[in-house]
Each structure stands twice: as structure tokens, then as C-alpha cells.
């Protein structure tokens, strides 16, 4: 079966420049969720979308925005980036709609190090 | 609002036995649904089972199973017949009822299976 499919898998950067991740959810998932996880944590929620709409925030700095396109993916945008933000970055997607069981599936995450 | 407690950082269970993984949790909700994601070393997170608050089966996936005392706020993880595959870190979530709500984690317990 189909899975949630996030790019880059790895992704190194400098302190203050920007970084783009990526998330494509499984086909015919409504809605898009993103968790940070730093090193030794549990996952903290950042985000989420559903048809293409900001369904709610979590503890997300204003430096970091994201967005829900049409084709569903979506897309985290990280700017100024801080030594802090190195971390796992999950996406997670659900079908919420049509009485779906809104069971959230993770993708592989995406490894960011900022240096 | 909820908050969900793992008490115990890391378990040990020799292989073909069974071990039980501890998770609490604080909501005043009472519509609800709770989860337990495995992550091994590749950091995947994987969903190992979910139950529904308002049932008062205990959900069971093969060797997992789970012990939910609504009344009490407990729910356990329970591994029949370990394997080696089975060692991962393991997180309790709790999801409000409410379509496309966050998940909320607990800090997690390390699981080590011995040969």
C-alpha cells in the first residue's frame, strides 16, 4: 500500500538560510499534519491541514509558515534557521472526511541538521 | 489540558516472552481515541494499535494488545511472544475525539529484546 512519502529524506543547512520539506500524503488522505521531534524527544505538534485549509497550530515558530496545495501535498517552509530547529520532521496524513477513521499514518521523516 | 505520562524510560523482555508497557494520560474529555506508535532505529514512526474510548473491548493486533482503564486513565501495551524486531522505542498518543485532532505523545519507553 501506498505511504506517506516526505522529501528530502536529509537535508543540511547553515544557520539563518532556508529550508523547504516536503510532504505528498497517501492517496485519498484529506488532511496533513506536521510534528517536530528534537533528539531523545517525543514529537511535538506543529501544524495541520485539511482540504487545503489550516485546521489547527501547535507550538510553531513565526519563521516557520506552511501551506496545503491542491494536489494535497504540502509543503513546510523553515526560514532563518536557528540551531534549535535540528530535528526530525514528520508529516503525518488522515482521511477525515466522508466518515473516515482519521487514523494518522507517518511518513519517514525528514532529518534536518542546521550548522 | 491532556498531557500523557510514560513512567517507564526503558524496558528489558527476553525473546518469546511477554512484557508490558505503561502509558497514563489526563484529559477531561470524554470522547477520545489512543494510540501506540512504535519507532525503531530507523526512526519510522508505526502505528501498532488504536483504541476508541468509547468501546470497552480491549483492541487487540495479533501479539499486541491493549489493557484500557477508562475510569483509571491507563492504557497498556502488552507484547505476547517478543521478538527481535520488536525492540524500538514506544509511544503512547492520545487524539481528542474531534475529527483532525493533534496527537499528543508521551515521552516514550525504549524497549530492548534479549536473545
Known amino acids: 500500500a501506498a505511504g506517506v512519502i516526505q522529501s528530502p529524506r536529509h537535508l543540511i543547512k547553515e544557520k539563518r538560510e532556508t529550508a523547504t520539506l516536503k510532504c505528498y500524503p497517501i492517496?485519498?488522505?484529506?488532511?496533513v499534519y506536521w510534528y517536530q521531534q528534537g533528539p531523545g524527544q517525543d514529537p511535538q505538534f506543529l501544524i495541520s491541514?485539511?482540504?487545503?485549509?489550516?485546521?489547527d497550530k501547535g507550538s510553531i515558530p513565526d519563521r516557520f509558515s506552511a501551506q496545503q496545495f491542491s494536489d494535497y501535498h504540502s509543503e513546510l517552509n523553515m526560514s532563518s534557521l536557528e540551531l534549535g530547529d535540528s530535528a526530525l520532521y514528520f508529516c503525518?496524513?488522515?482521511?477525515?472526511?466522508?466518515?473516515?477513521?482519521?487514523?494518522?499514518?507517518f511518513g519517514p521523516g525528514t532529518r534536518l541538521t542546521v550548522l | 489540558a491532556q498531557t500523557v505520562t510514560q513512567s517507564q524510560p526503558e524496558m528489558s523482555v527476553q525473546e518469546a516472552e511477554t512484557v508490558t508497557l505503561s502509558c497514563t494520560y489526563d484529559?477531561?474529555?470524554?470522547?477520545?481515541?489512543l494510540f501506540w506508535y512504535k519507532q525503531p532505529p530507523s526512526r519510522q514512526m508505526i502505528l501498532v494499535i488504536r483504541?476508541?474510548?468509547?468501546?470497552?473491548q480491549n483492541a487487540t493486533e495479533n501479539r499486541f494488545s491493549v489493557n484500557f482503564q477508562k475510569a483509571a486513565k491507563s492504557f497498556s501495551l502488552k507484547i505476547s511472544d517478543s521478538q527481535l524486531g520488536d525492540a524500538a522505542m514506544y509511544f503512547c498518543?492520545?487524539?481528542?475525539?474531534?475529527?483532525?485532532?493533534?496527537?499528543?505523545f508521551g515521552q516514550g519507553t525504549e524497549l530492548s529484546v534479549k536473545p
Open positions: 491541514f485539511y482540504e487545503k485549509m489550516q485546521s
Open positions: 492517496p485519498r488522505h484529506d488532511t
Open positions: 483504541q476508541e474510548a468509547y468501546k470497552q
Open positions: 484529559t477531561s474529555e470524554s470522547d477520545y481515541y
Open positions: 498518543a492520545y487524539r481528542s475525539g474531534n475529527q483532525g485532532g493533534k496527537l499528543i
Open positions: 503525518a496524513s488522515s482521511l477525515r472526511g466522508q466518515g473516515g477513521p482519521d487514523t494518522q499514518y
